[in-house]
């Protein structure tokens, strides 16, 4: 029996999370530059939504780029934006065949002007499709988007649309990039390191976390549904007990 048959489907998880990494890492075991990995690492993000579309999970978020990346070195930089403008361009025709609809959260502004047309044109063009959602966190921080929130509650309260007795989790997740999806219930971390790096910070207050050794050039479709497998022989108790659990089944 495969991996994917252990697996119930039925209670698999519809958002999935990933913070990819190791693509350096990888690269440098190789005896090639940092560029090498993060372009073995598109076959990764292949990989890992196929595995998400036979689960037949509905959201699958991908950290892609970090306001932080900026500091790396910007040779490595460029090679990124350059790789993202690439992969767009050439992906986006089998990913609308698939029904696949690609949508980013983060900072787009911020980005170079050719990733910004890229990836508006590929979000309007599978905006009205029915399948999967890849979300590509690009220019993300959950810092970021917390401040983004709290200004813009205070704008609404500042201007008596809104009152302070009305702030609540509802209001400030309104505001979030997240805001017409579902939060995740697994977040993977591959390259065997154990951090959030300012990734979902609010979203994922009750997700699973899956933390694997795979550096992310290396993880296939096997690797999500062990993650899968994993999170699902976990009890989910939402601050409950087990036997309120067993009650209210």
């Not at 190791?22 to 530059?33: C, F, H, P």
């Not at 699973?208 to 062990?226: N, R, S």
Request: charged share 25%; net charge negative.
């Amino acid at each position: 029996m495969g991996i994917l048959e252990k697996i119930d489907k039925e209670n698999a998880p519809k958002h999935i999370a990933i913070i990819m990494d190791g693509n350096g890492r990888w690269a440098q075991r190789q005896g090639q530059d940092r560029l090498f990995g993060h372009n073995f690492g598109v076959e990764s993000v292949r990989e890992a939504l196929k595995a998400a579309q036979e689960l037949g999970t509905k959201f699958l978020t991908l950290y892609a780029f970090s306001t932080e990346n900026w500091n790396r070195p910007q040779e490595e930089v460029n090679g990124i934006m350059n790789l993202l403008v690439d992969t767009i361009s050439n992906e986006v025709d089998e990913l609308h065949k698939s029904n696949v609809i690609i949508a980013t959260i983060g900072d787009l502004a911020g980005l170079p002007e050719r990733c910004q047309e890229e990836m508006t044109a590929a979000c309007e063009r599978t905006k009205n499709n029915t399948g999967i959602q890849l979300n590509l966190a690009l220019n993300y921080s959950a810092k970021w988007e917390l401040v983004n929130a709290t200004k813009s509650i205070a704008r609404r309260v500042m201007e008596g649309k809104m009152k302070i007795e009305d702030i609540d989790n509802k209001a400030i997740e309104q505001e979030l990039s997240t805001n017409s999806i579902p939060d995740p219930e697994l977040l993977i971390r591959t390259s065997g390191e154990h951090r959030i790096s300012n990734f979902l910070l609010w979203q994922i207050a009750y997700s699973e976390f899956h933390f694997t050794d795979v550096l992310w050039p290396d993880f296939k479709k096997d690797d999500l549904f062990k993650a899968v497998l994993d999170y699902q022989s976990r009890e989910r108790r939402f601050g409950l007990v087990s036997a309120q659990l067993e009650n209210k089944a």
